[in-house]
């Protein structure tokens, strides 16, 4: 699946070397090279290699007498390793200054210089380890807060998403290789209408494709985090209820209406999904230029929104302010806060849909509105929502190149019989989903012609 990708950038034949633990003081630093010198650097500080893929204690020495640390060491000899080359690891003791004195040995050999930002994951595309998707994923497994984003980035990085999308190629290069094929060697013995022949797998690898797009973004927002908003009038404890859902005062509480005028983000970690929660300023007529600007951004941050959490006062109940009827949709909870001061009727609902009662003040009802929100969430972005089984689309630039690739199959199943414009086409296609996982190339194309129809017999 993982082809090589483009070696550009920095210099290949360096040997590189890193912190690959958390920087700081530890009990365990991690220092990984990669390279040429990787095994002669390792023999010089250690005495010897030890056997591949074991680890071993070894007292580090800069010189004849200068000991740097008890250690333990790794060897990996290219190309079994994550990088596709010689890999070496020393795991000594996190102190700043054994860290110092191994990178000083390091630095002082030829040929060893600190590896650029990504360098070892770029070094694993180029040698054909990774694809471009699993070197993503391995940022975002490195970023993951919450369990969702960590099943994602797993996924990805174990390659459910480039398998996808190279399954997806292959079969439009298949298709590419019968209509080359009858362009470029039209005297040989070929099946008849070839591009009839292969536009119902184009049609549903379209619809597949289409399909996967259809997503509700649901990847991107487990990576970025689903937003969620905060709505309702002046002083109906929209403030209150961030701070109650952070666990912590990141909005100022006031009885005065209009405190609120810019918008306050906390981001949460709601059964295991990512969440980012807006409080927004109260929704009202005011000739206050600040305040209605505040007002105008929390209409906006409701269009772009989600979720909608939109709350109303318990004593208005059953009146709502007809701003606040116009932002109920689908996806929206409503909440009436204050019930501690006015109850609300057992299983009151508007306009058929459920009103959560709440007290912020007390605590009522809240773990009712958390177990509420968080099966929304989890119904609308849960795996098993995940087109082409559970892979997902998790960054713009894949949605681009997808959105590319439909667009080209829709030309090529609409094209009215130009053989070579139905190819290039197809050629765009492949071209798309080459772009996703760093294999785009044309050796392929030519292999699958001569397999399949013998040319040159």
């Not at 070892?120 to 699993?134: E, I, N, P």
């Not at 306050?264 to 305040?291: C, F, K, N, Q, S």
């Amino acid at each position: 699946m993982a082809g090589p990708g483009p070696v550009s950038g920095p210099a290949m034949a360096d040997t590189i070397y890193a912190l690959s633990s958390a920087p700081g003081r530890a009990g365990v630093a991690v220092v990984r090279l990669s390279g040429p010198g990787a095994g002669p650097a390792l023999k010089a500080l250690a005495g010897k290699l030890p056997p591949p893929r074991q680890a071993a204690r070894a007292l580090l020495k800069d010189g004849a007498a200068d000991i740097i640390d008890d250690a333990l060491v790794l060897w990996f000899p290219g190309p079994a390793s994550f990088t596709g080359e010689d890999v070496t690891e020393f795991h000594i003791h996190g102190g700043r200054a054994v860290l110092a004195a191994l990178f000083a040995a390091l630095r002082a050999r030829p040929g060893l210089r600190l590896a650029e930002p990504g360098e070892f994951s770029r070094r694993a595309f180029a040698h054909g380890k990774l694809d471009l998707t699993q070197a993503e994923a391995i940022a975002d497994l490195i970023d993951a807060e919450t369990e969702a984003q960590r099943r994602q980035g797993l996924a990805q990085m174990q390659g459910e998403l480039g398998r996808l999308y190279e399954a997806w190629r292959q079969d439009l290069l298949r298709a590419l290789a019968h209509l080359e094929a009858d362009i470029d060697f039209p005297e040989e013995d070929l099946p008849e209408g070839v591009t009839a022949a292969v536009a119902p797998q184009m049609r549903a690898l379209q619809a597949a494709i289409g399909a996967h797009l259809a997503d509700n973004r649901r990847g991107e927002r487990l990576r970025d985090g689903i937003g969620v908003v905060i709505l309702g009038a002046p002083n109906v404890g929209k403030s209150s209820l961030l701070n109650a859902l952070a666990r912590r005062e990141a909005a100022i509480v006031s009885d005065i209406a209009g405190t609120t005028r810019d918008i306050v983000e906390v981001h949460l970690d709601l059964g295991g999904y990512p969440v980012v929660l807006a409080d927004t300023a109260g929704l009202r007529e005011t000739a206050d230029r600040i305040e209605s600007e505040g007002v105008r951004r929390a209409l906006a941050r409701a269009e772009s929104a989600d979720l909608k959490l939109l709350v109303i006062d318990a004593a208005s109940w059953p009146a709502l302010p007809p701003a606040t009827v116009a932002l109920l949709d689908d996806d929206t909870l409503l909440i009436a806060n204050k019930t501690d001061a006015a109850p609300l009727p057992e299983g009151a609902s508007y306009q058929g849909r459920p009103v959560l009662p709440l007290s912020v003040a007390t605590g009522a009802g809240l773990d009712e509105l958390l177990k509420s929100l968080s099966a929304e969430i989890a119904a609308r972005y849960g795996r098993q929502h995940g087109q082409g089984g559970n892979a997902t689309l998790t960054r713009a630039r894949h949605r681009e190149a997808l959105e590319h690739c439909h667009a080209s199959l829709a030309r090529f199943l609409a094209n009215d019989g130009d053989a070579e414009l139905a190819a290039e086409d197809l050629r765009l296609a492949a071209r798309a989903l080459g772009r996703i996982t760093g294999s785009v190339g044309v050796e392929d194309i030519l292999d699958i012609v001569f397999r399949d129809f013998c040319i040159g017999k």
